[in-house]
C-alpha cells in the first residue's frame, strides 16, 4: 500500500515537472513567463520553489519547504509528501489533487503563451503586408516619375 501510494504521488510530480518544462520552453516569438501561483503541496511543501533568488524558470522546475530547502521530484519527495499526509490514503489523493490542479495550470498557462505568440506573429504578417503594399505603390510612383522624366529627356 504505502509503495503504491507514494508512487501515485511520485507520478502526479513527473507529470507536472513535464508540464512545467513545457511550460518555460521559450516561444517564438518571445513571450514572457506568467506569475506563478503558488500551490501547497502538502504542509510546508511548495510548488514552484519559494526560494528568494531563485529564477522563475527554475523555481518552476523544483519543489521547497518554509525553510528554503530545494527539492526535485524524485522518490524522496514523493515518500516525504507520503509521510506528510500520515500515511492516510484520503491525504495522499488530496496531495495528488493538488499536483493534478497545478499540473493543469502549467499546461493553460503554456497554451496562452502560445496563443500570445500566434497573435504577434499575426500581427507582424500584418504589418509586413502592409509595409510590402507601401513599397509596391512608392516603388511604382518613382518608376512612374523616372520614367516620365526619361520621357520628357528623350523628347527635348
Not at 20 to 36: D, F, K
Not at 85 to 92: G, M, P, Q, T
Request: aromatic share 8%.
Amino acid at each position: 500500500m504505502e509503495n503504491r501510494l507514494a508512487g501515485e504521488i511520485l507520478n502526479a510530480c513527473n507529470e507536472l515537472i513535464d508540464s512545467a518544462r513545457e511550460l518555460v520552453r521559450e516561444t517564438l516569438p518571445h513571450t514572457p513567463l506568467p506569475e506563478p501561483v503558488v500551490f501547497v503541496i502538502a504542509d510546508g511543501i511548495f510548488w514552484p520553489a519559494q526560494v528568494k533568488g531563485l529564477r522563475l524558470s527554475e523555481a518552476l522546475l523544483l519543489f521547497s519547504d518554509e525553510e528554503g530547502r530545494l527539492y526535485s521530484c524524485s522518490p524522496q519527495l514523493a515518500f516525504r509528501l507520503y509521510r506528510s499526509a500520515n500515511e492516510r490514503s484520503d491525504e495522499v489523493e488530496r496531495i495528488v489533487r493538488t499536483l493534478r490542479s497545478a499540473t493543469e495550470w502549467c499546461r493553460q498557462e503554456r497554451r496562452r503563451r502560445l496563443e500570445k505568440a500566434r497573435k504577434i506573429l499575426e500581427e507582424q504578417a500584418d504589418d509586413l503586408a502592409y509595409l510590402l503594399f507601401l513599397a509596391f505603390v512608392l516603388g511604382f510612383h518613382a518608376f512612374s516619375d523616372f520614367m516620365n522624366d526619361e520621357n520628357t529627356r528623350r523628347n527635348r
